[in-house]
């Protein structure tokens, strides 16, 4: 995922009702990037970082973003000339987030994230890598999208008889809570969050017929995983057992006990293992209750 890629993908999600409301009436689908400056330089910034910058163009502001000393401005076309960057201020993103640029703000983020999603997942779907080792999943979303991306659950492959015959998270095919998902909604229950608004994804994509091959069956999907999370972009991840840990974690460790409850910075992620919720492991609960309550004094 790079800007212009980014780029390519807002363009398609522009609209009306996201333009910045007091020049809203001129907004057209012959120039999407009016009115949209302040939302999309705070959605560069995430997926980036650098500068926000602010210039006054025309007599009015104008948002863009500066990234190692390069003006990155995805909305420039909105005007018919140059744009003389040298006059500008840098703009703390929180003063920009007043109640009605945040609510655009929000509205294309999600947009944004269901499109890149999208692609990812047709991936998924044309992929023959693992074909005699699984059973592929639907065509529908291969990730969860929950109520905010600051928590996201990775967990190992998708259960025979959950969300890929369900087509609902952590339930069977009588929409029946699954054990596992009844061990991990008391755990989160200790952070005051609920699992059924939490995003979630797999770190193998499809059901392995075997358990014997989620090893290979992670190392394939690995690169999709790293693009979902990678659009997601968590404050924190928490890998449910084994496999996706090490999917996630840039060092071999020996035994998974010797991980599990740390929190790890990789590539800019904050990653905590925990046990897999499955009740079938004894410590799929009450080893997994210490993490929890650090993660709630945190």
Avoid at 71 to 86: A, E, M, P, W
Avoid at 155 to 184: F, M, Q, T, Y
Avoid at 198 to 221: A, D, G, M, Q
Avoid at 261 to 283: C, D, F, R, T
Wanted: hydrophobic share 35%.
């Amino acid at each position: 995922m790079n800007i212009e890629s980014i780029q390519k993908v807002l363009l398609e999600c522009y609209s009306k009702d996201l333009c910045y409301p007091k020049v809203q009436d001129d907004w057209n689908e012959n120039n999407k990037c009016f009115g949209m400056c302040a939302i999309t330089s705070l959605i560069i910034n995430d997926y980036f970082g650098g500068d926000i910058c602010k210039i006054h163009v025309d007599n009015i502001s104008h948002y863009f973003n500066l990234i190692e000393n390069k003006v990155i401005d995805l909305t420039s076309s909105q005007f018919n000339h140059k744009i003389d960057y040298k006059d500008y201020q840098i703009i703390d993103r929180e003063k920009i987030l007043t109640d009605d640029t945040k609510n655009r703000y929000n509205i294309l983020k999600t947009k944004l994230i269901k499109k890149l999603l999208k692609q990812v997942d047709e991936k998924v779907y044309s992929c023959k890598s693992c074909d005699k080792l699984v059973d592929k999943f639907p065509k529908d979303a291969t990730v969860f999208i929950g109520r905010d991306n600051d928590i996201v659950l990775v967990g190992e492959a998708p259960a025979n008889n959950g969300w890929r015959k369900s087509h609902k998270l952590w339930c069977d095919i009588n929409g029946k809570v699954l054990p596992s998902g009844v061990v991990l909604q008391k755990l989160f229950d200790i952070i005051d969050r609920n699992i059924f608004e939490t995003t979630f994804l797999e770190s193998v994509k499809c059901y392995p017929l075997e358990r014997k091959n989620l090893k290979i069956c992670s190392s394939k999907c690995k690169n999709i995983m790293l693009e979902q999370l990678r659009i997601l972009n968590p404050k924190l991840i928490i890998t449910l057992g084994e496999f996706p840990t090490r999917n996630l974690l840039n060092f071999k460790f020996n035994k998974f006990a010797d991980v599990v409850g740390n929190i790890y910075e990789v590539n800019g992620y904050k990653i905590l293992p925990i046990y897999h919720p499955s009740p079938i492991s004894p410590k799929s609960y009450k080893d997994n209750v210490p993490i929890f309550e650090n993660l709630r004094d945190m």
